[in-house]
């Protein structure tokens, strides 16, 4: 049985792949800049998590987020800080521009995450539709995700798909199957 709307779903999940390459891209053309402006103090990671953590660090040990301390002001946006920073800046322009690009590198990271996000959920969604067991995908615990698999990868084999679909189908499992297994892929370098 061929299905055009397998189809039509693996060609958005390329549409995803390929915004989250570009910016995955622009995060690593612009982090090898931070590691040379910020004097190694920032090093890129391999994990998105790992390069935020990092980048807050080194964003919270600025001397402007140490006169914001110092003024009991704590808790506040990245829009917050960004209206501080220019304030800042006005006064001692070279001290945040590696500041400027770090807070955009932590942007950056929040986008690839979101899209990495939007679609996993959207191939979720898009799933539901041809086969059981996506219902419950994101409150299964990660002992049950190799059966959950398993029994998803049974069902589509009971649909008897041409190959290509059947190939299409396999790709978009494997792809949610991967996020949750592993979480947010690495960032290679």
């Known amino acids: ?63 402007l987020c140490n ?30 521009y590696p500041y400027k690009v770090s807070l955009e590198l932590y942007e950056l990271l929040d986008k690839i995450e979101n899209i990495e996000d939007e679609k996993i959920d959207y191939e979720i969604d898009s799933m539901k539709k041809y086969l059981n067991g996506f219902n419950n995908i994101k409150k299964t615990n990660k002992s049950n995700l190799k059966g959950l698999y398993d029994s998803i990868i049974v069902d589509l084999k009971s649909k008897n798909y041409d190959e290509q679909s059947y190939n299409y189908f396999i790709v978009i499992i494997d792809d949610i199957f991967s996020f949750y297994f592993l979480g947010h892929k690495k960032i290679k370098i």
Do not use: C, H, W
């Not at 995955?24 to 190694?40: H, L, R, S």
């Open 67 to 96: 006169i914001l301390k110092s003024r009991n002001i704590n808790d506040y946006s990245i829009e917050e800080l960004k209206k501080y920073m220019q304030m800042y800046e006005m006064q001692n322009p070279m001290q945040v």
């Open 1 to 63: 049985m061929n299905d055009n709307g397998i189809l039509e779903i693996f060609k958005k999940k390329s549409e995803y792949d390929e915004k989250y390459k570009s910016l995955v891209y622009e995060f690593i053309t612009k982090a090898t800049v931070a590691v040379t402006i910020t004097n190694g103090e920032y090093q890129i990671e391999n994990s998105i998590r790992g390069n935020k953590i990092s980048l807050k660090d080194y964003i919270l040990r600025s001397d």
